[in-house]
C-alpha cells in the first residue's frame, strides 16, 4: 500500500514562501516503490475543483507547471529519500487552497494534469497567504 503524507503548509503573508514536503512510503500490488511514479501537486481552494500545480517526472529531469504559478514554484523529488517538495515563493492571495501530493504510474513517464489520472494521493495540507 503506497502512503503519501504532506508538511509544511501553514499560514504565511503576501510575498512570502512555504515549502511543502510529501513523504511517501509502500509499493503497490505489482511491486512499484516511489522512484516508479510520476509525482504532482495539485491544490483545491473552496467550490473549486483541483486543479494541477506542478509535476514532476520519475528521473526528477523534467517538471511541468501551470501557468499561474511559473517563475514562482519549484517542484524537486529525491528518490534516495521517497519524498517530492514544492518551494512556493512570491505567494499571493490567489495562491490560498489545501495543497495535495499526488503520485501515479503509467507505461511512460507521463506528467498529466487531470487529477483523475492520479491513483494515491496525500491528505492535504492547508496554505494561507494573507493580503
Known amino acids: 500500500q503506497v502512503q503519501l503524507v504532506e508538511s509544511g503548509g501553514g499560514l504565511v503573508q503576501a510575498g512570502g514562501s512555504l515549502n511543502l514536503s510529501c513523504a511517501v512510503s509502500g509499493r503497490t500490488f505489482s511491486g512499484q516503490t516511489f522512484s516508479d511514479f510520476v509525482m504532482g501537486w495539485f491544490r483545491q481552494a473552496p467550490g473549486q475543483e483541483r486543479e494541477f500545480v506542478a509535476g514532476?517526472?520519475?528521473?526528477?529531469?523534467?517538471?511541468q507547471y501551470t501557468y499561474s504559478v511559473r517563475g514562482r514554484f519549484t517542484i524537486s523529488r529525491d528518490n534516495a529519500k521517497t519524498a517530492v517538495y514544492l518551494l512556493m515563493n512570491s505567494l499571493k492571495p490567489g495562491d490560498t487552497a489545501v495543497y495535495y501530493c499526488?503520485?501515479?504510474?503509467?507505461?511512460?513517464?507521463?506528467?498529466?494534469?487531470?487529477?483523475?489520472?492520479?491513483?494515491?494521493w496525500g491528505q492535504g495540507i492547508q496554505v494561507t497567504v494573507s493580503s
Open positions: 499526488s503520485a501515479g504510474s503509467w507505461p511512460k513517464p507521463i506528467i498529466y494534469y487531470d487529477f483523475r489520472d492520479y491513483i494515491y
Open positions: 514532476i517526472e520519475t528521473t526528477g529531469l523534467n517538471a
